[in-house]
């Protein structure tokens, strides 16, 4: 977790409402980042990133970095399901899950393409014995 801080301010009160923090978690190549303001939980932020990792995973069912970047919809799609305006709506995964697919936005790779050593789910322990005891 890094926290940024301004040089120059204009008044003597703290401002609450600009993103000075910064959050993020790394998975295999990936760096997952969200900019929030100083108010918010810094665990919480970590824990929001774990869950949608999470829900990526089970919606390309072993997500790899190629479903990141063709699938932004898809990614849309979920962060919709989780967070409305700023504010966090919904952490349970299988909802999530079933919210995104209900939206029709999850595509599916070709069956002949290779999984790889590239795959989120593979490189983590994130196969299909994973279970996420924190919700």
């Not at 204009?10 to 600009?18: A, Y």
């Not at 190549?29 to 999470?54: C, G, K, N, R, W």
Request: aromatic fraction near 8%.
């Amino acid at each position: 977790m890094l926290a940024a801080s301004g040089t120059s301010h204009t008044s003597s009160e703290e401002q609450n409402d600009v993103p000075t923090l910064v959050t993020y978690r790394n998975y295999a190549t990936l760096y997952f980042i969200v900019i929030s303001t100083s108010t918010e939980s810094p665990l919480a932020l970590i824990d929001l990133i774990q869950v949608y990792v999470e829900a990526l995973d089970k919606l390309f069912e072993n997500v790899c970095e190629l479903d990141l970047i063709f699938n932004f919809e898809t990614l849309h799609s979920t962060l919709s399901e989780m967070i409305i305006g700023g504010v966090v709506i919904e952490t349970n995964l299988d909802r999530i899950v079933s919210g995104v697919k209900a939206q029709g936005t999850v595509a599916k790779r070709p069956v002949n393409e290779g999984r790889g050593p590239t795959g989120l789910g593979s490189g983590l322990g994130m196969g299909a014995n994973f279970a996420w005891t924190g919700r």
